[in-house]
């Protein structure tokens, strides 16, 4: 009997582990897919197109494994990432509370980010320095990271938009007083069509020394391989094909990781 019931145990155990492989192949490798551009974009057939995009893609090459992409704003691919729904993500910064559900893999793909501030165009006041910014509503987006002394100070008054191209959308309209993103996604924003001339980049920026890291869900069945995919993740930088990849280089062929 006793011997039934550890039997029956080790059963339902098995049923209830993902299952990395079934008879239509591997289990895809699923990314949570925000878009940040110029890293990760769509084109012009709405597939997802970037640098970042690129290396994942070449790591699930290296793996073996297929690729699905599940489009999401950055807090939903954080609760996928969460639940188990998806099992990796690139270019999400680090914090204590992601860390409790994120494995931050080694090692760091790229280093750290300038930061921009951009104001209205027609906005005489001038940011210089960090202390300019505390009379200022400073327009944020949901979930980013921007700089540990920044995120964690309670002077400043934020305002919290879904996208980047939101908060834009906000200081034109004279809602927030100035904001904060990435040097070369607002850049981009700032030159294109709806904003240009309406904003300009104030004098004052951060640095945000953080490396880059892919980051794989502890509730991934692939978590139990995460050795090997640092070990692919780590392959690409010796090789020079994250370089190349950030570069905009088309890459030299390289063997798949060995299961």
């Known amino acids: 009997m006793k011997t039934l019931l550890a039997l029956l145990l080790s059963c339902l155990g098995l049923l209830a582990q993902p299952a990395l492989a079934s008879d239509n192949g ?6 949570a897919y925000n878009a940040f551009a110029p890293w990760k974009n ?71 980010n300038r930061l921009a501030l951009y104001q209205r165009g027609n906005d005489p006041r001038v940011i210089r320095r960090y202390q300019d910014l505390l009379p200022l ?11 540990e002394a920044f995120d964690q100070d309670g002077r400043l008054r934020r305002d919290t938009a879904l996208t980047m191209e939101s908060s ?34 104030a004098g004052l920026t951060l640095d945000d020394l953080r490396p880059h890291r892919l980051a794989l869900a502890q509730n991934s069945p692939f978590h139990a391989e995460k050795a090997r995919v640092s070990q692919a993740l780590q392959a690409m930088l010796d090789d020079g094909s994250i370089a190349r990849i950030l570069a905009g280089l088309p890459l030299r062929p390289a063997p798949a990781v060995p299961r």
């Open 137 to 147: 509503t400073v327009g944020v987006v949901e979930g980013v990271q921007y700089q």
């Open 42 to 112: 769509y084109d012009g057939q709405g597939q997802p197109s970037g640098p970042y995009t690129e290396i994942v893609r070449e790591l699930a090459r290296r793996l073996r494994l297929p690729l699905r992409f599940l489009n999401c704003p950055l807090p939903r691919c954080l609760a996928a990432m969460q639940q188990g729904r998806a099992d990796l993500m690139i270019g999400v910064q680090h914090s204590p509370q992601r860390a409790r559900y994120l494995d931050y893999l080694e090692p760091p793909f790229a280093s750290g």
């Open 26 to 31: 591997p289990r895809p490798l699923v990314l």
């Open 168 to 201: 834009f959308r906000k200081l034109a309209a004279g809602r927030i007083d100035v904001l904060i993103g990435n040097e070369q996604q607002t850049g981009l924003l700032a030159a294109s069509h709806e904003f240009a001339g309406r904003v300009r980049r």
